[in-house]
């Protein structure tokens, strides 16, 4: 029976529409699952993303558990909604016009699986290497075919780790509607898995992992790696191999990011140890986006060299969203505990709680395994906005924009938390050759100066609750290196929120300044402290 096209087309446009908040197209049936959610007023529905930026901020009004209790008893696909972990870009305040594009990643780690948050619908795996032997096997792919690899479908307890730090870093959400997309979703990445024979990772295997990087690198056009593992313990740290193998990555222009170990001990191992590396401790942000909540993890520390104190930067080791592995009897589990949970009928609470899951694909997991990814996806995006940067310009422009932990000695947080926001921001102003680092908002004594990066915008405001966010708002002069500016303004001393409204349509958050809070829409409104 031949297929009658415009009837198909008109179902589809039934079954499809836009998402009043965002604009999305999506399917009719996720707006309508907006309609179950109790804070939920436009009676047009949402998509999952705009429902998760609304859960963010009754979460932040109403406290976890008097949420948490309100959205269960009223919400029958709560089950689905995952509303327990904040989604990475938000947590670290990135700045959502920068994903990673045209940059590649390469994580070594235990092992890892095609999940499809990396390869749907379109394939980012531009190489899986295998570090198991020398010579290391190697398996390239193109964007338009769906990789595999030897033992890639093994459901193995050594694919997990490296599953959850690739996505992690540059998933693009795909099995949560985009909800807990990395930073780098839209990068591309190699993968090396670095485990020998036993499933041990060694000083061997993660040697040859990064010399073949090396030497492989230029043609996947390598711009970053991140080392979820740790190497044996070696007299004396400097000058042994793991080290100078990171070494030469970063003479060749590759940024390197290591985890510093979870065991909150002052003892550091390779690659974690190399002056230049950059070694990633942990934070426990508390799942809140209030700065005063963040405390420090258990990751490791110490001193590689007098000259590079360790660990350089920290950044969420709890409360950060992964992947359950496919095919597996936990995934399985999983699908069960929430399809009963869905229908009302009993399930295990305590083995949902055991396995820290969020929805049937998601679990949320700890440890600075997880940490040095998510810097690694914030260089990414750094990289995307400015690709001149060298991996001693990309450490400066991290440090220099790091968020101190209140209360936290130096040596354990170094120049304190990731914003990754803020880099973004300051690496678009180093592309144009800027001088100084130039913070947003900068308080003057003439007056308050706010500061904005688009090459593209025609036109660029800023409005506040220091006027009550009367229009119009103040307008930025563009300088020819694409910065914005404002004349300084004369704000009383005091605390304020704000937004730039670009071009009279679009409103947003002020990516260089990493203090927000929640505004009354679902989104986030960058914060103002005047000084008296």
């Not at 390598?222 to 044996?232: A, F, H, K």
């Not at 990751?299 to 992964?322: F, I, M, Q, R």
């Not at 810097?375 to 310009?393: D, G, T, W």
Request: aromatic residues 6%; hydrophobic residues 40%.
């Amino acid at each position: 029976m031949p297929v009658d096209r415009g009837r198909w087309a008109i179902l589809k446009r039934r079954r499809e529409a836009k998402c009043p908040g965002c604009g999305t197209t999506v399917a009719r049936s996720l707006l309508d699952e907006a309609h179950w959610y109790p804070f939920w007023k436009n009676k047009e529905g949402g998509c999952p993303a705009c429902v998760q930026k609304n859960l963010l901020r009754n979460l932040l009004d109403h406290g976890a558990s008097s949420f948490e209790r309100s959205v269960q008893s009223s919400w029958p696909l709560d089950a689905e909604a995952a509303f327990g972990a904040i989604p990475t870009p938000l947590r670290l305040r990135a700045d959502p016009r920068f994903t990673g594009r045209g940059v590649t990643l390469a994580l070594v780690d235990s092992g890892f699986y095609p999940h499809p948050d990396l390869v749907e619908p379109r394939n980012r795996i531009l190489a899986v290497g295998d570090a198991t032997h020398e010579p290391m096997r190697a398996f390239r792919f193109s964007p338009d075919r769906r990789p595999a690899w030897p033992k890639w479908h093994a459901g193995a307890d050594w694919q997990w780790h490296g599953m959850m730090t690739s996505v992690v870093a540059a998933g693009n959400g795909r099995l949560s509607n985009g909800l807990y997309a990395g930073l780098a979703s839209e990068s591309n990445l190699v993968l090396i898995q670095g485990h020998d024979e036993n499933g041990r990772i060694t000083n061997e295997t993660i040697v040859r992992a990064l010399q073949w990087l090396l030497r492989e690198g230029p043609a996947l056009h390598l711009r970053v790696v991140s080392l979820s593992v740790g190497g044996d313990p070696v007299e004396p740290l400097l000058g042994n191999p793991v080290d100078q193998a990171a070494e030469a990555l970063i003479d060749a222009g590759i940024t390197v990011v290591a985890a510093a170990g979870n065991a909150g001990e002052r003892r550091l191992l390779p690659p974690a140890t190399a002056p230049r590396v950059l070694t990633i401790g942990g934070i426990d942000d508390r799942n809140s986006f209030r700065q005063e909540e963040i405390a420090l993890w258990h990751s490791n520390y110490g001193e590689a060299t007098n000259e590079a104190p360790k660990p350089e930067l920290v950044a969420p080791s709890l409360w950060v969203a992964a992947p359950v592995l496919p095919g597996t009897a936990v995934a399985r589990e999983a699908m069960e505990l929430f399809e009963r949970r869905r229908r009302g009928q009993p399930f295990n609470k305590q083995r949902l709680a055991e396995l820290k899951l969020i929805t049937p694909h998601y679990q949320h997991v700890e440890g600075t395994s997880f940490a040095a990814p998510l810097v690694a996806s914030a260089i990414a995006c750094m990289l995307e906005a400015n690709p001149k940067l060298s991996p001693l310009l990309v450490r400066q422009i991290l440090m220099q924009t790091a968020e101190p932990v209140p209360g936290a000695p130096t040596d354990r947080q170094g120049a304190g938390a990731l914003a990754a926001g803020a880099a973004v921001a300051r690496a678009l102003q180093e592309r144009h050759g800027g001088g100084g680092y130039e913070k947003s908002p900068t308080t003057t004594p003439e007056g308050v100066v706010f500061r904005f990066h688009d090459d593209e915008a025609q036109m660029v405001e800023v409005c506040g609750s220091w006027n009550g966010w009367a229009p119009p708002g103040t307008k930025l002069a563009k300088d020819g290196d694409g910065t914005w500016r404002t004349a300084p303004m004369k704000i009383p001393p005091g605390t304020y929120d704000y937004k730039f409204v670009i071009d009279g349509k679009r409103w947003m958050d002020d990516p260089a300044n990493p203090k927000k809070t929640h505004d009354a829409v679902g989104g986030l409104n960058s914060v103002l402290e005047v000084p008296r």
